[in-house]
């Protein structure tokens, strides 16, 4: 079954959404601030409303993907509006919070709207095909009643909760997980850079390695979920193990003057669990130590304006110049 839908906001991702479902023969009304981005939306079947009321008041599903929560409630938060969007369902996918995701679910009920709120896992090239991931979290029916939609914005869309802010939580989660791979990106080109290494060869080396890579990510997700943080015969690799290779990075970053931005900030939290004891532990140790603002050790001393533990007596490090 067809619907009804408008798209507010029709920038390079708007716009794809909005010609994925002309393509399955979706009743599409679109609206910008600037008409000019909209305008070729026109030729592939699309209205341009004039005002974003008049978009609103054409649809039965409303998708917003404007540039924050805050735009999209500049849009829809005037009286007309607020009364425009009644009996509607209100898909928001525009990047934000899980709690911004939350309080937008309530107001939208208050007003006599279903929500649901989305995040997009995806570049624009991948709206519309199998390929193309989008998770949806808030009213189970609602996600249900209009799947068909759904499935014509890609192929891997999926529900993931009843709470609003689920999908926008698991977005921030898997962007923290790219980011953690780009930021070691730029640190790997800065260090292949200095040595005077080829990039093309650092590119190389990270195709056969990455296997390795994924493989440590999936058992430090299982161990962390498992409570699994002593070592044991499964063991991939210690705490111990990866600071005695991280230590070496820090050297050649310093002699090389590459930036330890980042480098500074993986170090916090190795030295977090060296003060709670955890040096023997499974590199899945350190998921425990995130969000705690400093250390609480006694046997820390400062160096170079940061802290820095001092090793137990039976340190292991000081064999294998870990530290």
Not at 42 to 61: D, H, K, M, Q, R
Not at 74 to 83: E, G, M, N, P, T
Not at 165 to 186: K, Q
């Amino acid at each position: 079954m067809t619907r009804s839908i408008a798209v507010v906001g029709t920038g390079r991702m708007g716009s794809a959404l909005a010609s994925a479902l002309l393509a399955k023969g979706h009743r599409t009304t679109v609206w910008n601030r600037t008409k000019e981005k909209a305008e070729a939306l026109a030729l592939l079947g699309a209205t341009i409303a004039p005002s974003a009321l008049e978009a609103v008041s054409a649809a039965e599903i409303v998708i917003v993907n404007v540039s924050d929560y805050k735009a999209t409630a500049a849009i829809l938060r005037d009286d007309a509006l607020a009364s425009a969007i009644r009996g509607k369902l209100i898909v928001e996918l525009t990047s934000g919070t899980p709690h911004g995701a939350r309080e937008a679910a309530e107001w939208c009920v208050e007003h006599g709207a279903g929500y649901l709120d989305g995040a997009i896992m995806a570049t624009p090239d991948f709206i519309g095909t199998d390929a193309g991931t989008i998770l949806i979290s808030g009213q189970s029916q609602a996600f249900r009643d209009n799947e068909a939609v759904f499935r014509a914005l890609g192929g891997n869309v999926q529900h993931v909760g009843q709470d609003p802010g689920r999908a926008n939580a698991l977005d921030s989660a898997l962007l923290a997980l790219m980011w953690g791979e780009l930021f070691g990106a730029l640190q790997a080109i800065a260090v292949c850079q200095a040595e005077g290494i080829e990039l093309g060869e650092l590119g190389r080396q990270w195709t056969a390695t990455a296997p390795v890579v994924e493989g440590l990510v999936a058992d430090l997700i299982k161990r962390t979920n498992a409570g699994r943080f002593a070592s044991d015969d499964e063991t991939l690799s210690s705490i111990s193990t990866h600071y005695g290779a991280f230590q070496h990075l820090l050297e050649l970053m310093d002699a090389r003057g590459i930036d330890r931005s980042v480098a500074d900030g993986y170090d916090a939290i190795f030295q977090r669990a060296f003060a709670a004891g955890q040096l023997h532990g499974d590199f899945a140790a350190l998921s425990q130590f995130f969000g705690q603002g400093r250390i609480t050790a006694a046997a820390t001393t400062k160096e170079a304006g940061r802290l820095v533990v001092q090793p137990p007596p039976d340190h292991p490090c000081e064999e294998t110049e870990c530290l």
